[in-house]
């Protein structure tokens, strides 16, 4: 929420970066504070025993949470169904040919984003009813308004694969490894992103990878502020931002636990987005996640 009003400040790229920066800091500030007296207040009045109250308690300590069999079987079985029907509506010579597709705003609204084997569709709640419904859904809104104080989530659905993944729309003859994220924090302030797992994320097939508590860290402080630095057109010089540089990365290896977050069909991940955080790469098979742009 603070990231969307601070976003709309347009003067604030015409103010000195000196004066910019302190400003920043005091909005990060604000934004810890209130975040931090919300996560007591509702977890106070929530039962001990609740799944949001376990799922609030696990990002406030370690910046992830894994919400266990958010849907049953049989629902995030209807859920995959809904999603891969969504491949059958692409333009698929279009798609199929290029390796790189940068939002790609087809007739029926949807908008497609491709990297190699991996495929975004989004927009898939102003789609059709099944995902507005979905998106609707009353824990997610609850968890986010909690914890960002907004909700309404944009609904993505992401399909990577090895090459094996049998569709016109998708099909290349080149099998092999997809590309591994580079390491990074996404956001300057406690913003949500979440998966839902439509199959089981195991080690081989690209589960993301968080540092653990690394979003409470004093040494990534800077680049909360860079986030912002950068997003209103500052200079950062060496320092690093959203992406971050060998140092940062050593030092996370050597402070903060590396979690590969592997989880069932079903479950939920919901991932702060000032935890340093990458994409493992895709050894072989393929994932198939349903993303709440919170
Ligand atoms: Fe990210």
Known sequence: MIDKIVNRMGFLRKLPKSLAKPLFNIFIFIDEVFWKLRMKFFMFFLSRGSSISSVLSQ????????????????QIDQIKRECTKLLDVLPEKEIRSKEKIDNLILENGLV???LKESIKIKKLDKFNNFFKNIAKNSKIKIISKVYQLTSGPLLVYNLVHDGAYKHPATFTSRGGKMIAGQPHIDMSTHSLRCA??????????????????SMNMKRFKKNHTNIFLETFGFKIGDESGHNLDNKDIDYLENNSEKVKVVCKKGDLILIDLKTAHYQSILNKGQRHILWYYC
């Open 196 to 213: 839902l797992a439509l199959d089981d994320i195991h080690e081989d097939n690209g589960p993301t990878v968080v540092f653990k508590k």
């Open 59 to 74: 990002l406030e300590n370690n910046g992830y949470a894994v919400f266990n069999q958010y849907y049953d079987e049989d």
């Open 112 to 114: 497609i984003e491709k």
